[in-house]
C-alpha cells in the first residue's frame, strides 16, 4: 500500500520499509508539521493526523488505506528545544562565575567561632553528669 516515504524536514530513524509500521524521527525546534513525501500504491489513499508538532515527545498517525484495509504507521517525533540548551550552557556559567568568588575575612571567622560553639554546646550536653539526690 505505502510504497515509499521520506521526512523533508527531520531525521528518519530507520530505512523506510512498507511492513515496519513505527518509525522515530527528530527534527529541529523551528519545524511545526512534518513535511512528508510518500508514494502509494495506484487504488490507496492517505491521511496524516496529529500533525502539529511541540517540543519534545509527539506522534503523528499516517493512515493508507484502500477500499479493503487500512493500515496506520505511527511516527514518534521528538522536537528539539534550542532555548532549553541554551537555558542549560547560561546557568552552568552563572555556577562557574559564583564558584570562584571569595568569601570576605570577617565571614569566615564569624563561621568558624560559630561552628566552635555550636561543637562546645552539644558536647556539654552529651557529656555533663546527672545529679544523684
Known amino acids: 500500500m505505502l510504497k515509499d516515504l521520506q521526512v523533508l524536514n527531520?531525521?528518519?530513524d530507520l530505512k523506510f520499509n512498507e511492513y515496519t509500521y513505527e518509525y522515530t524521527i527528530t527534527v529541529d525546534d523551528t519545524v511545526n508539521a512534518l513535511e512528508l513525501a510518500y508514494t502509494l500504491n495506484n487504488d490507496c489513499y492517505?491521511?496524516?493526523?496529529?500533525?502539529?508538532?511541540?517540543?519534545g515527545n509527539n506522534i503523528v498517525y499516517l493512515d493508507v488505506y484502500n477500499v479493503d484495509k487500512t493500515i496506520t504507521y505511527t511516527l514518534y517525533v521528538y522536537k528539539e528545544n534550542s532555548n532549553l540548551v541554551n537555558g542549560i550552557e547560561n546557568y552552568r556559567e552563572k555556577i562557574e562565575l559564583s564558584h570562584n568568588k571569595e568569601f570576605e575575612l570577617y565571614k569566615v571567622q564569624f563561621l568558624a567561632i560559630g561552628i566552635f560553639?555550636?561543637?562546645?554546646?552539644?558536647?556539654?550536653?552529651?557529656?555533663?553528669?546527672?545529679?544523684?539526690?
Open 10 to 12: 527531520g531525521t528518519l
Open 117 to 133: 560553639l555550636l561543637i562546645v554546646f552539644i558536647f556539654t550536653l552529651m557529656f555533663r553528669k546527672k545529679k544523684i539526690k
Open 46 to 55: 492517505a491521511d496524516i493526523k496529529n500533525n502539529v508538532l511541540n517540543y
